[in-house]
């Protein structure tokens, strides 16, 4: 089982940035994609983004643009940048790693835009 751990959030100012990351254990090319998530106050859970091991990337629209996914594989890292920042993503962002359609997830980190 692949364990995963997130940090890098905090309160930041609309038009701000953090960087969120992803650590795993287990080997980078035994992951087969890793994905964002975030669950606002009284919302669903959604998904804000998926990097896959082949280096594709998917966004979802409301963060395109804005949100950037990297990864350094030497340390068994995936990043979450986020530029841009509005109230609106305001959330509990989360981070799950998928091997071979078993998901692994992270424990959530609260990332909060306001003045």
């Known amino acids: 089982q692949v364990q995963v751990a997130l940090s890098g959030g905090g309160l930041v100012q609309p038009g701000g940035s953090l960087r969120l990351s992803c650590a795993h254990t287990?080997?980078?090319?035994?992951?087969?994609?890793i994905g964002w998530y975030r669950q606002a106050p009284g919302k669903q859970r959604e998904w804000v983004a998926t990097?896959?091991?082949?280096?594709?990337?998917f966004y979802a629209d409301s963060v395109k643009g804005r949100f950037t996914i990297s990864r350094d594989n030497t340390k068994n890292l995936v990043y979450l940048q986020m530029n841009g920042l509005k109230p609106e993503d305001t959330a509990v962002y989360y981070c799950?790693?998928?091997?071979?359609?078993?998901?692994?997830w992270g424990q959530g980190t609260q990332v909060t835009v306001s003045s």
């Open positions: 799950a790693t998928n091997q071979a359609g078993r998901y692994s």
């Open positions: 287990g080997s980078p090319f035994s992951i087969d994609s």
């Open positions: 990097g896959e091991s082949t280096g594709r990337t």
